[in-house]
């Protein structure tokens, strides 16, 4: 990365609202060491449950009664607050957080949910006379991998370091998956993406359609660990094509024929094909991905987003990693740093400051990780 000599925050308050998850965070690095020292979630997922997917609008709502309390109780529990009045804050006058800058995803997501992250980011950055920086939730997600300590006492996310350039990055969440060839920070090259449904959409679908609560993807991976993944024959769409796109949305189809034609009450055929399901979804990214790093010639792999806590493919793809990569080295965030939260958001601005004016950033629904 080109050496700059303006100032680089050392500590950053991340927010991260872009769809049914409010958090807020502060992660503070220290060299190559980035640590977590607060990590505050709070999920509507609940509420959508029971409707099978995300109203946005109440995500919206959602966001809107958790975000102060949230940002509140990241403050609090990173201990860079005066020791009292430690209860409210941000409805203090006098108080100005010992953070360095702020980070804001700014999408892509849901409009309703990213405004109520991104207005209120900008508001504290003109309060408290702190820079603003914008995040790419997309890129946001592959920072997990930087974070070195968590926030829990000697728990420490990667002990041999942080993933080093250049590196194949696996985007596979909810909404998006992407394989990208990352050369530095803020460097990337887009390889491909999905043509339809995610990874975790492909997740999510087929558990609905074998009447399994939403989010779909822990419930399958729970089902499967007693299911055989040879049991129906399901298909691996564009797995052999010569290129870096992905396709799941026949996986969809030929579990909906198979949920019509098998006894869903059976918790064995259950098992049996949720096993399949998984095993499918894991076959492709794992090809895929190390298809790439030999063509790119490339070492380093690095997982990120909600599908990355699957343990199925971790497994996987660590043994095509030892097989085909020699010394190749394999990247995989904590579960818990898998899915949506800011400590990504943050640690991801550690590295990518500008000076910017705050007021200019706005809220990007259609971000994509082709555009920086
Ligand atoms: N263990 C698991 N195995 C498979 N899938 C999982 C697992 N845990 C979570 N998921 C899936 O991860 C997805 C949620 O991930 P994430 O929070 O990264 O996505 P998102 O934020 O909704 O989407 P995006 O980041 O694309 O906007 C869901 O589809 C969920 O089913
Ligand atoms: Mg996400």
New binding site residues.
Partial sequence: MAKTNYFQPQIILGIET??D?TAAAVVQKDGERVKILSNIVASSAEIHAKYGGIIPEQAAREQLKSIIPVINEALIQSNLCPPSPKKHLLSSTIYRPAIDAIAVTYG??LIGSLLVGVETAKTLALVWKKPLIPVN??LG?FYANWITDTHLPGVKAHLEGVPKFPLIGLLV????TDLVLMKDHGKYEYLGGTRDD????A??KT?RLMGLPY????Q??RLAEKGDPSAFKLPRPMMTTDDFDFSFSGLKTAVGNIVKAIDIQNPNSMADLAASV?EAIADVLVKKTITAALKFNIKQIIVA???A???K?RQKLGEEVKTQLSRGDLFFPP?SL???NAAYIATSALYHYKPIESLSVQANPGLTLFRK
């Fill in positions: 872009s769809c998850e892509p997501g939730h997309l997600h969440s909810g909404g998006h995610a990874a975790g959409e997740f999510d558990a989010p779909g993807g822990p399958i991976s998984e987003g909600g599908v806590a699957n343990k493919l579960p898998c899915t949506d």
